[in-house]
């Protein structure tokens, strides 16, 4: 069981929006710690999407975006392409556990 | 280009130990945090383990911690992972991935610890 909670899958519709939440606590998104997230394309490693809860890497389209709020965060994307299919997972940092990182458990985008 | 490669991966019995390596290229690898992150088959990532630039700081997972072993050699830019004792249990792709600490944002500047890049992986069986 994960420290953050995200659902186990979402899914749409080409062009539509979709939003991943991501789910924590006091000791670690309520504790204003950052959330980051990572896609994970079939069968390849986990590639950075949004760092600092809502800042692109260069080469990262602007139809994902994050946000974060108390303790919870998401991640949002919108105009859904077929590429768009993969597990998505967010990271923080928890003040209560060693080492301190924590990942969600992940979500399976489907597109339709 | 920053990359990371990571070997060493293989079947291994239970109890027995192994040795992964993560070689980095492209950026100045001394300068940088590094971890270890591990995928078991069909399942999440889970973090495992973690080094400072100059192996000052050094942290593990709990379900990992006294029988892995993190280290570094920054004249060779390269991370290792000595695994003793495993366990079904540590079945899963490893990859090394390395922290990246400080960004600025709405006109302030704050640290935090993000992965990118991540290394392709090398998988690890414990069976017998």
């Known amino acids: 069981q994960s420290v953050l909670t995200q659902p186990p899958s979402v899914s749409g519709a080409p062009g539509q929006r979709v939003t991943i939440s991501c789910t924590g606590s006091?000791?670690?998104?309520?504790?204003?710690?950052?959330v980051h997230w990572y896609q994970q394309l079939p069968g390849t490693a986990p590639k950075l999407l949004i760092y600092g809860n809502s800042n692109r890497p260069s080469g990262v389209p602007d139809r994902f975006s994050g946000s974060k709020s108390g303790t919870s965060a998401s991640l949002a994307i919108t105009g859904l392409q077929a590429e768009d299919e993969a597990d998505y997972y967010c990271q923080s940092y928890d003040s209560s556990l060693s080492g301190s990182v924590v990942f969600g458990g992940g979500t399976k985008l489907t597109v339709l | 280009e920053v990359q990371l490669v990571e070997s060493g991966g293989g079947l291994v019995k239970p109890g027995g130990s192994l040795r992964l390596s993560c070689a980095a290229s492209g950026f100045t690898f001394s300068y940088y945090s590094i971890n270890w992150v591990r995928q078991a088959p069909g399942k999440g990532l889970e973090w495992v383990s973690s080094?400072?630039?100059?192996?000052?700081?050094?942290y593990y997972a709990d379900s990992v911690k006294g029988r892995f072993t993190i280290s570094r050699d920054n004249a060779k830019n390269s991370l290792y992972l000595q695994m003793n004792s495993l366990r079904a249990e540590d079945t899963a792709v490893y990859y090394c991935?390395?922290?990246?600490?400080?960004?600025?944002?709405?006109?302030?500047?704050?640290?935090?610890?993000?992965?990118?890049?991540w290394g392709q992986g090398t998988l690890v069986t414990v069976s017998s």
């Open positions: 080094i400072s630039s100059s192996s000052s700081y050094i």
């Open positions: 006091s000791s670690n998104i309520g504790a204003a710690y950052d």
């Open positions: 991935a390395r922290s990246s600490g400080r960004y600025c944002s709405g006109g302030s500047c704050r640290a935090s610890n993000w992965f990118d890049p």
